[in-house]
């Protein structure tokens, strides 16, 4: 089971940009490089829903919420995501989590413990 660590959450104000980052632990290079990584959020009371995702060969894929405004990229020599996410909208407060999808056994998901990210004047 591989462990996952994020970081970057807090709080902004509307139009603002937060970067949020995710790093695997436990893990060597070979194990990060067979997993689509990916941005799942969370609002209270709602389902949890993708934001992006990455795959060990770069192809990104987004919500239509947050295309153009957000972009995710991945360093695997550094087992490490980010999410960066410009013209921050309220209704983009929520729990963000980090996820690790294994290519090999798509029904392996690993999550992050999570970050609060809250937009808001």
């Known amino acids: 089971q591989v462990q996952l660590v994020e970081s970057g959450g807090g709080l902004v104000q509307p139009g603002g940009s937060l970067r949020l980052s995710c790093v695997m632990s436990?893990?060597?290079?070979?194990?990060?490089?067979?997993?689509?990584m990916g941005w799942y959020r969370q609002a209270p009371g709602q389902e949890r829903e993708l934001v992006a995702t990455i795959t060990s060969a770069r192809n990104p894929n987004y919500a239509d919420s947050v295309k153009g405004r957000f972009t995710i990229s991945r360093d695997n020599s550094r087992k490490t995501i980010w999410l960066q996410m410009n013209a921050l909208k309220p209704e983009d407060t929520a729990t963000y989590y980090c996820n690790a999808q294994s290519d090999r056994n798509p029904s392996n998901m690993n999550w992050g413990q999570g970050t609060q990210v809250t937009v808001s004047s």
């Open positions: 436990r893990a060597i290079l070979s194990v990060f490089n067979g997993y689509t």
